[in-house]
């Protein structure tokens, strides 16, 4: 019987003891399951969104300090915080008991929309300044590179944490104290410190050292987790348990942990082995204990820098280059390099650089004592089973450098920031005395083999050459020939940037030896960052007197987003008798179910039932708007991700387990992924759609010019930050059920879930607090989430809860659709397009969902924002075996769009004509006709672009451009400019109404309902601005507390950017209702309060509950004809984006960007500034870095943020100036206000033609002129093997070894 101690640590001051924790629990299971601390949020379980971002701290007992860093809870395991503090956001600040400045300074900077992501981003900066009181912007913004934001565009968060800074109490440097300094602080200055902080860290761990200096062990049903706290003790414990790993921040192998693939039962936590975590300098290098993490490890050779001299630092100043660039703050926090070093992967940055630097790894035993292995090639081949079973990896001795030699390390990822790379390098040469030939060399690659590579061949082949250009040229070579082979199929980009690093070596060497930095030519460290800056500039109107309206107040549940109290659904407490549901999806992309066998994952203890189709009471197949689709797959599966079935457990984690052991054989059949594959295989869902406006067979024979081409668009995956999330509460009375979801659609919702039950559907009530981000990816896709915890309630009878982790969520759901356009376009030398003849393909997946809308509205769109009156276009749906492609922010406009964008810019090409001069000639009018024969009501579309062209001295700019080009080789810029319009309205008349409720009480507090669902869009905050504005009440007298379908019956969904037109006018409506029954009451008593007439109504028995309902307009719009009104107006906006390229790499940056918006006459600023902003991040992850790759059987490659990745600050653009327009407003909305969710998505398109032109520049200096077909998005790898060179000619000749894992990007 192993010896059992208790885990102790505290959480927000208070102590928790956990007898025999389970060493797979990680601290957010614990924080949220057992704690019921739900502020911190639960949305990749990858370590790679920072939602669960928390603080911990430490004492360290040696030294006599406190640490706190910042960790993501869903990596740490509980166990590792034995003897530590915990706090979270609910330690931080709360709405009762006060907020934090940090708190404070989000809210009042809008620094959120949905709010998912605020609590992690309220800790990382709450850390950053419990260390640093004065940290920089730049300070700043690194550190929230690990949190990720789907909403925002991070700029707001910037701004709120750049206020927070000059009023945050932590300048008093109240933490960094010890307990008895830091208690008397705190009673100086009581006022200052809201008694909500946890400022002290808790003494009990300061004052009893054995929390950190004895050995402890805990025990778990299927592990132990032993912590020793001495090197012998640690070797004692390796010598009796061989096999047991050594865990250090357990960034690698937890995993393996949390998922119980673990196959020794002990595991040996080293972190808190003193001899571990010392850094020193030795005659030979500088010895780094395996334990240091990566942050210590920068700090230490920061400050060692300061100390030596060059070039005895070389290895650590490039090592410091290395780690900067490794994870994020929250990583670098925990991982350690030892456990870096024992990690097994292709690609580890400091890993792959330690074998260029000749470093050596020092493993000690208790049996064979001390042993010293170079990191070579035999390091290489065997990785960390060079380590004999009783070893620990004790320090990594890293060589100092000699005058003569030189040393880099560089990687190119998918996004700067917070990506693994796709190639990383370590890269030393030794020159010889007479600094001219070489004398030794190491090229280490990560990224291009299955395993790090050293290039032995390469390297040998160099030695007593002279280092010069011809030299390159011959590594070049043979640095392909050595590292080609069949693991990636991107080989050429891949050896195009090992090859590319090389030269930049060469050129940073060739500085080194003049003395000289040119880094402005080239760098090693990527193109320049800068801090973001911005402007926002809209009016006020001072005509709205007592109105709230038209005002920038801040969101209405900024406290609650701010303090993690706003509830989500899985924030809702546990039911007593609640069950979870864990989906069983199918594995085969098209394949005849033969059989499925749940009997394994039934005897789980904890497994209460698997539910399938023949569970489902009344129709498994969706009646409505998915006419093809099934809740449950019953005996085909037509994509990978297909939910075939559910296990219901007692909890999440037995559940999960439970739903792997299901059996399922399959018989392959037939798959189709692409859009070209469709045309080839006419795999078409229904005929084409068609528009044919104008006469276009006239002006084939009339137009002096025609060119032709194709363009696509990618997928695009939503990433809102809380999964897919539903609870369903069974009544058993009247078979009542009530659905807490995340959806943007209740009435659908209700609908077809009331077909699964075969219920009415008042006996269905589904509820929305609020969405954690939607962006379309909630409407349809939020049914079958609901309909597994619907069908598991009803047959258990007990409440079940649906929450699907961030890889089931990305398996299951369908995204943006990818779309493809063959054009034809005619034009006159002058530059006027007269015509296009266009066929427009999207990528439904397997059913069609809204597929046939998402094509329509496209195709409203075929004009852009130009005036092309003859259009012929065919546009068809592709049936592919694909997740069910969906609503995405836009809805069919972005794809249509950007092709007609595309499209001009081809023109121009051809007429050698500038981009602008085309646009302009061609731009839309007053009066003008669109393609869905909308006239141009006004002429505001021009108005953006003159504006946006002045105000970002586009004209100016493009001419430094031109010079900036000139001067650099390998760095260029591009310029663009591009305008929008978006027709706000649905086409079906009946989807344009709202419906609302305002209940008034007798303290004359007021609850408002009304249809609209609030994801982030601020919908609740402006209604309630409308309300106040129409009841002529404080704001703080309204709260709206969710939307349900017993309230505010038949809603139209949530999108289409008119939830806030339709809903204003419904809450007018019922608020108008109210106001005119109070009026005599006012009349009588004028001098009296609203309180008094409310009560004086209530006594002469006037009702103060009333309905309102609004409709839009009075003619919807027919498809088939392509006639009516689907646009009650225009929402326009216009873009000039300026970019920078690294030719070498094919990384950029964004460097500025300015937009003009015309949203009428906002009705509220701040949320419209919000989401311009937050749209045009998402438009920009759309043209450059959001793609998903397939294998050949069709199965995602991403599962998650890890691999999938969307912008994070880092690559925001560096100044970002919005402006309204102003002296805007439509008569169709009742305040005048337009819609904005998805129009400011489609200027982001300027990000792509800006790097076209960039990329058109780096190939005019080999004497390319041609419209080179950039596709979309414009990745590194795209980027890069477009700026056409030596390099890629190189590559270009040799023959690629076949790829043995072919992928297909979709
Ligand atoms: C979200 C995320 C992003 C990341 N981004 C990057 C990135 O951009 N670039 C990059 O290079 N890496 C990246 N990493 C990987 C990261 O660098 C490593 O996971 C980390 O360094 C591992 O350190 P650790 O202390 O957590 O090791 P652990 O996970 O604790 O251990 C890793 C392995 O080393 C063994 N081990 C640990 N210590 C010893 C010892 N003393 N003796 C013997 N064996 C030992 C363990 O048994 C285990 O097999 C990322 C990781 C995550 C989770
Ligand atoms: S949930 Fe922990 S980092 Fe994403
Ligand atoms: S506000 Fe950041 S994810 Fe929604």
Request: charged fraction near 20%.
């Amino acid at each position: 019987m192993e010896p059992r101690d208790t885990l102790i640590f505290f959480v927000n001051g208070r102590k928790v003891k956990v007898e025999s924790p389970s060493p797979e629990t990680t601290l957010l299971q614990y924080l949220r399951k057992s704690l019921y601390l739900t502020g911190t949020k639960s949305a990749c379980g990858q370590g790679a969104c920072g939602a669960c971002t928390i603080m911990i701290s430490s004492y360290d007992v040696t030294n006599k300090a406190i640490t706190h860093v910042s960790a993501n809870a869903c990596l740490v395991p509980l166990c590792y915080l034995h003897g530590r503090a915990v706090t979270t956001v609910e330690g931080v600040g709360s709405s009762r008991t006060g907020m934090h400045a940090i708190q404070k300074g989000i809210m009042e900077s809008q620094g959120f929309q949905c709010g998912f992501c605020t609590p992690g981003m309220v800790m990382t900066m709450y850390t950053l300044l419990r260390n640093n009181p004065n940290a920089t912007q730049e300070e700043m913004e690194r550190v929230l590179e690990g949190n990720l934001c789907r909403c925002t565009g991070y700029r707001p968060i910037v701004d709120a944490f750049n206020e927070a800074i000059k009023n945050c109490p932590c300048v008093l440097d109240l933490c960094q104290q010890t307990t008895e300094t830091s208690r008397s602080n705190v009673e100086s200055t009581n006022q200052k410190v809201p008694p909500s902080q946890d400022v002290i860290f808790p003494p009990e761990l300061q004052l009893t050292e054995s929390y950190h200096t004895k050995n402890v062990v805990f025990s778990g049903d299927r592990y132990s987790w032993y912590r020793p706290t001495s090197l012998s003790e640690i070797l004692r414990l390796k010598e009796e348990h061989p096999d047991a790993p050594v865990v250090m921040g357990c960034n690698s192998i937890g995993n393996l942990l949390r998922k119980g693939k673990l196959t020794s039962h002990v595991i040996i936590c080293g972190t808190n082995v003193r001899e571990l975590v010392v850094v020193e300098t030795t005659t030979s290098g500088i010895r780094v204990g395996a334990g240091v993490t990566m942050a210590s490890l920068e700090r230490s050779f920061k400050e060692l820098l300061g100390k030596s001299k060059d070039p005895l630092n070389r290895s650590m100043k490039a090592a410091l280059d290395v780690l900067q660039w490794i994870g994020v703050d929250q990583i670098r926090n925990t991982a350690t390099i030892g456990g870096h070093v024992m990690s097994h992967a292709p690609n580890l940055d400091l890993q792959v650089f330690l074998l260029a630097a000749r470093a050596e790894l020092n493993f000690l035993s208790q049996g064979k004592g001390v042993r010293q292995c170079k990191m070579d090639g035999d390091f290489i081949n065997n990785g960390y089973r060079l380590v004999d079973g009783n070893e620990i990896l004790v320090a990594i001795t890293i060589p100092y450098t000699s005058e003569n030699e030189f040393i880099v390390g560089m990687k190119q990822s998918h996004r700067r920031g917070f990506d693994y790379g796709i190639v990383t390098c370590g890269l030393f040469v030794e020159l010889d005395t007479s600094r001219e030939d070489v004398r030794g060399m190491r090229l280490a690659f990560g990224g291009v083999d299955k395993k790090p590579v050293l290039a032995l061949s390469t390297a040998a082949s160099s030695i007593g050459k002279t280092w010069s250009e011809e030299l390159v040229t011959a590594v070049c070579g043979n640095l392909i020939m050595e590292l080609n082979n069949s693991h990636h199929d991107n080989s050429n980009f891949r050896l195009t940037l090992a090859c590319s690093f090389f030269f930049k070596f060469f050129l940073f060497v060739q500085d080194q030896l003049k003395n000289v930095n040119s880094s402005s030519q080239y760098s090693v460290t990527g193109l320049p960052l800068t801090t973001v800056s911005g402007t926002q500039v809209y009016d006020v109107p001072s005509d709205g007197g007592n109105r709230i309206v038209w005002k920038p107040v801040p969101n209405v549940s900024s406290e609650y987003l701010a303090s993690g109290e706003a509830q989500f659904v899985d924030d809702i407490p546990t039911f007593q008798s609640e069950l979870c549901a864990v989906p069983v999806i199918s594995k085969q992309a098209h394949a005849r179910i033969t059989s499925v066998d749940p009997t394994h994952a039934l005897e789980l203890p904890g497994v209460v039932d698997y539910i399938n189709y023949s569970d489902v009471p009344g129709n498994n197949r969706f009646k409505e708007a998915l006419s093809d689709g099934t809740l449950f797959a019953e005996d085909e599966v037509f994509c990978c991700g297909q939910v075939i079935g559910a296990v219901l457990a007692e909890n999440q984690t037995v559940a999960e387990k439970a739903a792997k052991l299901v059996i399922i054989t399959y018989e392959k059949m037939d798959t189709t992924f692409t859009i070209e594959e469709a045309i080839e295989k006419n795999e078409m869902f229904d005929g084409a759609h068609e528009i044919d406006v104008g006469d276009l067979e006239s002006i084939r024979g009339t137009a002096s010019q025609c060119v032709e081409g194709t363009c696509s668009t990618g997928v695009q995956e939503h990433m809102y930050l809380e999964t897919q999330s539903a609870l369903a509460v069974p009544k058993l009375e009247q078979h009542e059920l009530e659905v807490f979801t995340s959806t943007q659609i209740l009435t659908i919702t209700q609908q077809i879930l009331s077909q699964f039950l075969r219920i009415p559907r008042n006996r269905l009530t589904v509820k929305v607090k609020r969405v954690g981000g939607g962006f379309g990816g909630k409407q349809m896709d939020a049914v079958p989430v609901a309909g597994i915890a619907a069908v598991g309630a009803w047959k258990t009878k007990r409440p079940v809860r649906c929450i699907w982790d961030r890889e089931t969520d990305m398996k299951i759901t369908g995204k943006r659709h990818p779309s493809k356009t063959v054009y034809m376009v005619y034009f006159n030398d002058d530059g006027k397009i007269l015509g296009l003849d266009l066929k427009f393909y999207i990528n439904a997946g397997y059913t069609r969902d809204c597929s046939s809308c998402v094509l329509k509205v496209g195709m409203w769109y075929l004009n852009g924002c130009y005036n092309i009156q003859n259009i012929k276009c065919q546009g068809y749906k592709c049936k592919t075996n694909l997740p069910s492609n969906t609503a995405f922010r836009g809805f069919g406009a972005p794809q249509v769009m950007f092709a007609v964008e595309s499209i001009l810019q081809h023109v121009a090409t051809q007429l050698k004509m500038s981009h602008e001069q085309v646009r302009q000639i061609n731009i839309v009018r007053q009066g003008d006709v669109t393609a869905s024969r909308q006239i141009v009501p006004d002429d505001n579309m021009f108005r953006c672009w003159t504006e946006c062209r002045t105000d970002s001295q586009y004209d100016q700019r493009r001419h430094e451009i031109v010079t900036f080009n000139s001067t650099n080789r390998w760095r260029k810029r591009g310029i663009a400019i591009i305008p929008i319009m978006f027709g706000i309205g649905y086409a079906p008349l009946v989807a344009n109404q709202a419906g609302a409720l305002v209940l008034v009480y007798l303290d004359g507090s007021v609850l408002l309902t009304h249809g609209g669902v609030e994801m982030g869009q601020g919908i609740h905050t402006k209604m309630i601005q409308v309300a106040s504005t129409e009841l002529d009440i404080p704001l703080e007298k309204i709260i709206i507390s969710e939307v349900s379908t017993a309230t505010v019956p038949n809603t139209t969904e949530s999108g289409g950017s008119q939830v806030a037109d339709l809903n204003a006018g419904a809450v007018r409506n019922a608020c108008i209702k109210i106001r005119d029954r109070l009026e005599p009451f006012r009349k009588v008593k004028p001098e009296g309060t609203w309180e008094d007439w409310v009560n004086a109504a209530y006594n002469e028995r006037v009702s103060l509950a009333a309905t309102g309902i609004f409709k839009s307009r009075e003619e919807g719009f027919d498809f088939d004809t392509n006639t009516g009104v689907h646009a009650n107006y225009y929402t326009y906006g216009t873009a000039c984006t300026e970019v920078e390229i690294d030719c070498l790499t094919g990384e950029h940056q964004v460097r500025r960007v300015d937009i003009v918006m015309d949203v009428g006459k906002s009705l509220n600023p701040a949320i419209d500034v919000g989401q311009i902003e937050g749209g045009f991040v998402m438009g920009y992850g759309l043209m450059t870095m959001e793609e998903i790759q397939l294998t050949a059987d069709g199965r995602m490659k991403a599962s998650g943020p890890l691999e999938y990745k969307i912008p994070c600050v880092r690559n925001i653009p560096r100044e970002f100036n919005i402006k309204l327009l102003q002296n805007s407003g439509t008569v169709k909305t009742v305040y005048s206000s337009k819609g904005v969710g998805e129009p400011p998505l489609l200027l982001a398109s300027s990000v792509f033609f800006a790097l076209k032109e960039a990329v058109l520049a780096a190939r005019a200096d080999v004497g390319l002129t041609d419209d080179y077909p950039l596709k979309c998005p414009a990745t590194t790898e795209r980027i890069r093997m477009a700026c056409q060179d030596k390099i890629i000619d190189r590559c270009q000749q040799v023959e690629m070894k076949a790829s043995s894992n072919p992928l297909v990007t979709i």
